[in-house]
C-alpha cells in the first residue's frame, strides 16, 4: 500500500497566486514526520517545511505553509503569492522509525508544479 | 556554513564496472543516508548509517554496499554494474539519530551504458 500519497501529478499556477500541494500519508508509528522538498530540474532537494506528528500547531515557513489534518492523514503544502521561480517537482516525505533502529525517509511521486505569468 | 557535498556529480559507466559515490555531510552531522531516484521508481531508500555504524538498508541487492567514516563521511558502492542502475544518487545529512531534519547534496548522476 502507498504510503505517502500525492495525487497531483502536474498543477499549474498563476503568478502572485496561491498554490495547495496534496499529500496524504499512512503509518502505524506514532512518531513521525511530514517533509516537503523542492527539485529543481539541477536535481538537488530543497527543504521547504517540516511538521512532526506531536505538533500542535501547523508549521510556516515564510510562503510555505503546511496544513496538517491528523485525523484525515493529510499534509498539504500551501505556497501563497508563487513566483517563477517556484517552477519545480514538489515532493512529500514521511520519516518512519524502521524495525531494528534508525529512520527513514519514505516519498511519495511529486507534484510538477508550473507558475505562469 | 558548507552543505552536503556529493562526488563526482555525473558519473558513466560501463555495465559490469562498480563505482564508489562520495558523500560528506554538514559539519557536525552524524548520520547520512543514501538514496535512488529513478523516472520509473521515484525516489527509493538505500541505507541510513549513524557513527559508522548501517542502522537500517532498503530493499535493494547486495550490489549496493556503503560505509561511514569516523569523521561522518560516507560512500556507497555498486558493484557489477547494470543499466537499470542508472540514476541520480542523493545523499542526506541529519545532525543525530532523531532525523528531525534531513539535508540533502546536489546528488551524483549516474549513467551505465
Known amino acids: 500500500a502507498q504510503k505517502i500519497t500525492q495525487t497531483q501529478p502536474g498543477m499549474f499556477v498563476q503568478e502572485k497566486e496561491a498554490v495547495t500541494l496534496d499529500c496524504t500519508y499512512d503509518t502505524s508509528d506514532p512518531s513521525y514526520g511530514l517533509f516537503w522538498y523542492k527539485q529543481p530540474s539541477s536535481g538537488e532537494m530543497i527543504f521547504l517545511i517540516y511538521q512532526g506528528s506531536y505538533d500542535q500547531q501547523n508549521a510556516t515557513e515564510g510562503r510555505y505553509s503546511l496544513n496538517f489534518q491528523k485525523a484525515r492523514k493529510s499534509a498539504n503544502l500551501v505556497i501563497s503569492a508563487s513566483q517563477l521561480g517556484d517552477s519545480a517537482m514538489y515532493f512529500c516525505a514521511m520519516r518512519e522509525r524502521v524495525t531494528g533502529g534508525g529512520n527513514k525517509l519514505t516519498f511519495g511521486t511529486g507534484t510538477q508544479l508550473k507558475v505562469e505569468l | 556554513k558548507a552543505g552536503v557535498t556529493q562526488t563526482p556529480r555525473y558519473l558513466i559507466k560501463t555495465r559490469g564496472q562498480q563505482v564508489t559515490l562520495s558523500c560528506s555531510p554538514i559539519?557536525?552531522?552524524?548520520?547520512v543516508s543514501w538514496y535512488q531516484q529513478t523516472p520509473g521508481q521515484g525516489l527509493q531508500f538505500l541505507f541510513e548509517?549513524?557513527?559508522?555504524?548501517?542502522?537500517n538498508k532498503g530493499n535493494f541487492p547486495g550490489r549496493f554496499s556503503g560505509r561511514q567514516f569516523s569523521n561522518s563521511r560516507s560512500e556507497m558502492n555498486v558493484s557489477t554494474l547494470e543499466l537499470g542502475d542508472s540514476a541520480l544518487y542523493l545523499c542526506a545529512s541529519s545532525l543525530d539519530r532523531n532525523n528531525y531534519g534531513y539535508t540533502f547534496g546536489s546528488g551524483t548522476r549516474l549513467t551505465v551504458v
Open positions: 559539519s557536525g552531522h552524524r548520520s
Open positions: 548509517y549513524f557513527s559508522e555504524t548501517q542502522r
